[in-house]
Nanobody
Framework: QVHIVESGGGLVQPGGSLTLSCAAS????????IGWFRQAPGKQREGVSC????????YYADSVKGRFTISRDNAKNTVNLQMNSLRPEDTAVYYC?????????WGQGTHVTVSS
């Protein structure tokens, strides 16, 4: 059982920045990775970025590489996603995903809107 709290979404102009935070609590001793997915209206959910809990290895989708940076705080079971140079096509609901050896869990989502 994992409880996930997402924060940091909002409205930003193109070229601006936002930082998303995902905090996991509860049964988190076997968490091995935390990541972010997003889903825009009418489109499939896509992976954005994830980070391994133990070694800190990261993954970025090609569409965000060089603009987004993911980081972790293992003591707090918290992952941040710093999003820079935001584009209108980044507009979506962003979901935190917590992977454990025994299963995975999803947050409720936080909205990111990039518009002028």
């Amino acid at each position: 059982q994992v409880h996930i709290v997402e924060s940091g979404g909002g409205l930003v102009q193109p070229g601006g920045s936002l930082t998303l935070s995902c905090a996991a609590s509860g049964s988190t001793l076997d968490v091995h990775a935390i990541g972010w997915f997003r889903q825009a209206p009418g489109k499939q959910r896509e992976g954005v970025s994830c980070i391994n809990r133990s070694d800190g290895s990261t993954y970025y989708a090609d569409s965000v590489k060089g603009r987004f940076t993911i980081s972790r705080d293992n003591a707090k079971n918290t992952v941040n996603l710093q999003m820079n140079s935001l584009r209108p096509e980044d507009t979506a609901v962003y979901y935190c995903n917590v992977k454990k050896w025994t299963g995975e869990y999803w947050g409720q989502g936080t909205h990111v809107t990039v518009s002028s």
